[in-house]
């Protein structure tokens, strides 16, 4: 297959890249020529693990290409791909769907004979219906199928995802889709990783409704935790417990610092405006979007508790900045509401983060960035774990606590076990464990 794929963002280059290791033939187009011209040397501008390595792969073997042009290889093409960019509408919370509709009018410019147009972005229910008239319009020649096929990647496992997934939705309305889709996905051993076929709406939303049930799972998780701090009980123990229950599952019941991410934020509040505008309201998603958003800053609670009570003029010295473990993604990370919420307290803060500090200096000026841990703890009145990087789960606690002003662990991702800590002479703070 001939595959175009709009946007080398995260998604779009994950896909790309994974299908050209499918097999097919992918032209990855991006306005951005600095980004391109980057690709074309072999540099990937994310951090992924496993996608150097392929783009280096399928590049060398000739189905990969990188082009700041759209129209050729959109012409050439028996499938495109959009996975352009759908950030939240500052004024209103909706999906910006600006970057869909204008690549949706270079595409209807550019198709040439029948040629199947695929969002990978996550685009709100009945995006498909608009992208048909917006192609209509622009060119009443143009022939196409417009499928909805969401993507369903994590950061930092977002190759395993795509090369070995749970499933693949596809929602189409125009039957002559449905085989190239499959041969799409043909590479896939489809007992494991089944494609299920739904209308295009089903898919759309499919991808809003999955998000959000992760995030509603996450937002219990972390409301159970409180409660256990309350009542004296261990988070972890009642997620063990509930999760062995196979209706429940194991999976996104780790309580900590709320969720955030590029993802959860954005799709819980683009659902919620969905559901309002067709006036079916979904209440459940309203109200953890809010609990989310206060729990991150009221984390900055627990720091001041744990240094007694006061945070002006105190040193704390931040363990983690991304989202989570293995991405140098700080977007909507807990880490930016809870250094807000202690700056604001009056502390001295300073940071380290394995991946993320490139962004973060961007994102927060006012922090004083370490080249490690050691000197993160040097002089500190406390410590606070936000991201759970493997580098900080084999801490030598004895010694930091050495180079503290005061041996106070505040971690919010419950890497240590609560004992062990106390056992070093620290004072420790977790979340949902009162032992
Ligand atoms: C998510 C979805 O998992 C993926 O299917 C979707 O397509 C994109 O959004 P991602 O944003 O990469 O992926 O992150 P994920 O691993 O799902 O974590 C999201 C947030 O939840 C992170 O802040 C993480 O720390 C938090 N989380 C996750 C928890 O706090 N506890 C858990 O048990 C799991």
Not at 102 to 124: D, H, L, N, W, Y
Not at 204 to 224: D, V
Not at 281 to 287: Q, V
Not at 300 to 320: F, Q, S, W
Request: aromatic residues 6%; negative net charge.
């Amino acid at each position: 297959m001939r595959i175009a794929i709009i946007g080398t963002g995260y998604v779009g280059l994950v896909s790309g890249v994974c299908l050209a290791e499918f097999g097919h033939d992918v032209v990855c187009i991006d306005k951005a020529a600095d980004k391109i011209t980057m690709l074309n040397a072999g540099e990937v501008p994310i951090y992924e693990p496993g996608l150097e390595a392929l783009v280096e792969r399928n590049a060398a073997a000739g189905r990969l290409k990188f082009t700041t042009d759209l129209a050729e290889p959109v012409a050439a093409a028996d499938v495109v791909f959009l996975a352009v960019g759908t950030p939240s509408r500052k004024s209103d919370g909706h999906a910006d769907l600006t970057y869909v509709y204008s690549a949706a009018r270079e595409i209807a410019r550019a198709v040439r004979g029948f040629t199947v147009v695929v969002t990978k972005s996550t685009v709100p229910v009945g995006t498909g219906d608009e992208l048909e008239r917006i192609i209509a319009e622009t060119n009443p020649d143009a022939d196409v199928a417009v499928v909805s096929n969401p993507e369903f990647l994590r950061e930092g496992a977002a190759i395993d995802d795509f090369m070995a997934p749970d499933r693949v939705v596809v929602g189409l309305n125009d039957e002559r889709a449905r085989p190239i889709m499959s041969e799409v996905y043909g590479a896939l051993d489809a007992t494991r990783h089944p494609t299920l076929f739904t209308s295009r709406r089903s898919a759309e939303l499919t991808k809003y409704a999955a998000n959000a049930f992760l995030a509603l799972k996450l937002a219990y998780i972390n409301e159970i935790a409180d409660l256990c701090e309350q009542v004296g009980a261990n988070v972890q123990d009642v997620s063990r417990g509930m999760g062995l229950d196979s209706r429940i599952g194991q999976k996104f019941l780790n309580a900590g610092p709320g969720y955030g991410g590029s993802c959860f934020p954005k799709d819980t509040l683009a659902l919620v405006k969905t559901a309002q505008d067709h006036n079916s309201p979904i209440r459940l998603i309203e109200t953890i979007v809010g609990i989310n958003e206060t729990r991150k800053r009221a984390m900055a609670r627990k720091v001041e508790r744990a240094v007694g009570g006061e945070l002006r003029g105190k040193t704390i010295g931040i363990l983690g900045l991304t989202f989570k473990p293995d991405t140098d993604d700080i977007r909507e990370s807990p880490a930016l509401s809870i250094v807000q919420a202690l700056l604001d307290k009056g502390a001295v803060l300073k940071a380290y983060d394995p991946e993320g500090m490139d962004a973060a200096r961007l994102a927060m000026p006012e922090l004083s960035y370490c080249d490690g841990v050691e000197t993160v703890a040097s002089g500190a009145d406390a410590l606070v774990i936000i991201t759970e990087w493997k580098e900080f789960r084999d801490l030598d606690l004895g010694r930091l606590g050495g180079l503290m002003k005061q041996p106070v662990l505040v971690d919010l991702r419950n890497v240590f076990v609560p004992a062990e800590v106390r056992g070093q002479g620290f004072v420790y703070e977790s979340v949902g464990r009162t032992d």
